[in-house]
């Protein structure tokens, strides 16, 4: 079983930046795709970001893309997240998530761990 922790998350003005991070206790973390997902209050949780097992792949919901950016560091068992021009929209929990499938996945429910999520707050 994977832990996945995140931290990073904070409040920040509209246009600022904030990099998330999810640590993973398994060494075998090099075996999952790992995704980002937010839910913001009152709205179902969506995809966000997603990179494969070693990195080749990203993509990104059409809200973010060109703003954040994904990566992995498979030497440190650690997921990033890069959100720059950050929106008040993007204000959310932000959880990430680790899937044992071999193909590339957006949908929660394809992802088998998560972590409890880390809050994002940008003030209109």
């Known amino acids: 079983q994977v832990q996945l922790v995140e931290s990073g998350g904070g409040l920040v003005q509209a246009g600022g930046s904030l990099r998330l991070s999810c640590a993973a206790s398994?060494?075998?973390?090099?075996?999952?795709?790992m995704a980002w997902f937010r839910q913001a209050p009152g709205k179902e949780r969506e995809f966000v970001a997603l990179v494969s097992k070693i990195g080749a792949t990203t993509m990104y919901a059409t809200s973010v893309k060109g703003r954040f950016t994904v990566s992995r560091d498979n030497a440190k068992n650690t997921l990033y997240l890069q959100m720059n021009s950050l929106k008040p929209e993007d204000t959310a929990v932000y959880s990430c998530?680790?899937?044992?499938?071999?193909?590339?996945?957006?949908?929660?429910?394809?992802?088998?761990?998560w972590g409890q999520g880390t809050q994002v707050i940008v003030p209109s």
């Open positions: 398994q060494r075998t973390y090099g075996s999952y795709g």
């Open positions: 998530a680790a899937t044992r499938r071999y193909s590339v996945v957006t949908t929660d429910y394809e992802y088998d761990y």
